[in-house]
């Protein structure tokens, strides 16, 4: 598909129609006056009358739709997972499928390593681009807030706009994301936390029951999440690869910053297993490759989502990235944090 300028200008004006809003946490929605900004993360969202699924149904929201959001409210109706409901224009819509996002355009980096530069993005969605024998530019992969990519040069695309060059690891190829819409991750967040406490005395406790993650230090929790574990899988098929996450002692076997997930196919479908830039990975299970990592699909911390994994808001899956060992710096330490599901 060629496309001509009206298009191509809707599609590079994606995650920039709306006000500079700082991030806030679910908990304080409101700070001198201003205001969460939510991206609607389902096909379809519906807006309550009230904070309440029992309530009318007023109208609903749909996938990549951007929501203000006045206030947090925690539901007396529930659901018991996650009683948390926003309200927004015209009623309230729960909050398990709304990302809480920003919209912050970032300043051109030129020059690159042959490394490349690992990358995050900080608008509610980027449409990044496949350039087609012939010089075409095509629509390819939805980028989403806080997806983290590698990034390797700069490059002037149509209309005289500058794009980044991604390389993609499941798909051995590139394609091409609007530059100001990335950030780079600095050094800083990269490097390891609480070097003081020995890596043995460091321990990861997740339950399945509770959809928690908690973090120990010598035997006591410092940090406690909500998560979302594998969905069980009932199908007697044995060629059906299981979703719930396997419970016993496991430890964080290797660590990466972005990971493509799926199979590496171009999807329409918003709930498709396709999940390019998924950040802060920690592998903890070798044979089906279950880690801990942050998402961006779902916001529904609580009850079980995943295929296998352990989902966390991308800022708490960092945490843990940085704080669990194997470091991200191997020369520190190969010891490995002990992860016990059950």
Known sequence: MIMDRR???KHMAVGMSVNLLPRLGIKDAKTEGQYLLGRVAINSLS??????EYSTIKF???FNDLL?????VESPDGPGYNPIWYRVWGGYVHSGYVQGVENRLNPLIRDFPSTGILMELTVPYSISYRIRQGGNWDPFYTLFYSSTHWVFDLVEGPL???YYKIYDGLLTASYYVFAEHMRKVDENELTPIHLDISPENKKIEISIDHQSLRAL???KVIKDFYVSTGKVNTSVNPDIIPTDTPKGDHI???KLPSVHMGDGTLRSDAEAYELPGVPWVSYFEPTTGVAIHGTYWHNNYGTVMSHGCINMLPEDAKWIYRWSTPYPDPTITDSHTQVLVY
Not at 47 to 52: E, F, I
Not at 68 to 72: C, L, P, R
């Open 7 to 9: 298009n191509f200008l």
């Open 47 to 52: 807006v309550h009358s009230q904070p309440s």
């Open 60 to 62: 609903q929201r749909f």
């Open 68 to 72: 203000h959001i006045y206030d947090v």
């Open 160 to 162: 005289g706009r500058y």
């Open 217 to 219: 230090e010598y035997g």
């Open 252 to 254: 964080i076997r290797s």
